[in-house]
């Protein structure tokens, strides 16, 4: 599916949710920080998720924290590429190993915080920018 489809069928909920993993995210990131740049992505993604998840019944795994902690991941890694595609062969770990680089900027697990769902915790350890 081509980029423009993709947030098409996102924003109007009618992408089919198995569609919508781990990549799929971390794609949205990317195409919103192309687009908007960091702040707008920041809000952008985290509209966009909430609505989607309400949409089809799943909003209790909505959470703003990680929802806000994989955008800056994304924008950290973020170079000169031309596609996502490009941008997640360069950096794979987004992939297999996000919960890890995401934890690592906080003294706890904050997957488990039930706060992290509604609002955007900021990092204790060590800061996203």
Known sequence: ???????????????????????????????????????????????????????????????MTITNASVYAVNHFMKDENSFEEFIEKNPQLLSNLKALINSHYSYDIFADKNARELFIEPDVQPFI
């Open 1 to 63: 599916m081509n980029d423009r489809d993709f947030l098409l069928q996102f924003d109007n909920c009618t992408l089919p949710p198995e569609l919508f993993d781990h990549k799929a995210h971390l794609r949205l990131a990317w195409l919103q920080i192309k687009e908007y740049g960091l702040e707008q992505a920041l809000k952008n993604c985290g509209e966009q998720i909430s609505k989607y998840a309400s949409f089809h019944g799943d909003h209790q795994k909505f959470n």
